[in-house]
């Protein structure tokens, strides 16, 4: 029997920011940041892709999967993994803020907070388990030096 598909974080994402520019252009609000300061959202956007990009690199050097729910082969804690348990999580949270800082209104950072929800309870919760049942004690000992988000 085939198990279900997951719905995996970058899907999430993705409809994340498709309600964000819903909300901005149907339900505005305010305007929050002005232009040209909204444009620092850029920054925020380039420094997600740095910060997820850097942690992709890590799970392939290190040979294990990026997907979720495939059992871990190595646990990384190199570049953004020494900062934060979750950087690719990290970096689609910037992704949004930074999208909803270079559209400027209020309606835009309404979805953040739900989504740190779901990615907190569908993914990391369940991550942290595994990886502790995997790693033992060298995850646990990771866990007390590195935050969870940053």
């Known amino acids: 029997m085939e198990q279900p598909r997951k719905i995996v974080p970058p899907v999430y994402l993705l409809v994340m920011l498709i309600l964000m520019a819903v909300l901005h252009w149907?339900?505005?609000i305010a305007r929050v940041v002005q232009k040209p300061y909204s444009y620092l959202g850029i920054a925020l956007i380039v420094l997600a892709l740095a910060i997820g990009g850097n942690?992709?690199?890590?799970?392939?050097?290190?040979?294990?999967?990026?997907?979720?729910?495939?059992?871990?082969?190595t646990l990384v804690t190199r570049g953004a993994f020494r900062f934060?348990?979750?950087p690719m999580y990290l970096s689609?949270?910037?992704?949004?803020?930074?999208?909803?800082?270079?559209?400027g209104t209020l309606g835009p950072l309404l979805p953040i907070p739900f989504f740190v929800w779901v990615i907190q309870t569908r993914f990391i919760v369940g991550e942290e388990r595994f990886l502790e049942e995997i790693f033992g004690e060298e995850y646990r000992a990771y866990k007390r030096r590195v935050r969870r988000w940053c």
């Open 55 to 73: 942690a992709f690199r890590g799970f392939v050097r290190a040979g294990t999967p990026v997907m979720p729910f495939r059992p871990s082969t």
């Open 26 to 28: 149907v339900l505005p």
């Open 92 to 103: 689609m949270v910037l992704i949004l803020l930074g999208v909803a800082v270079l559209l």
């Open 84 to 86: 934060t348990r979750n």
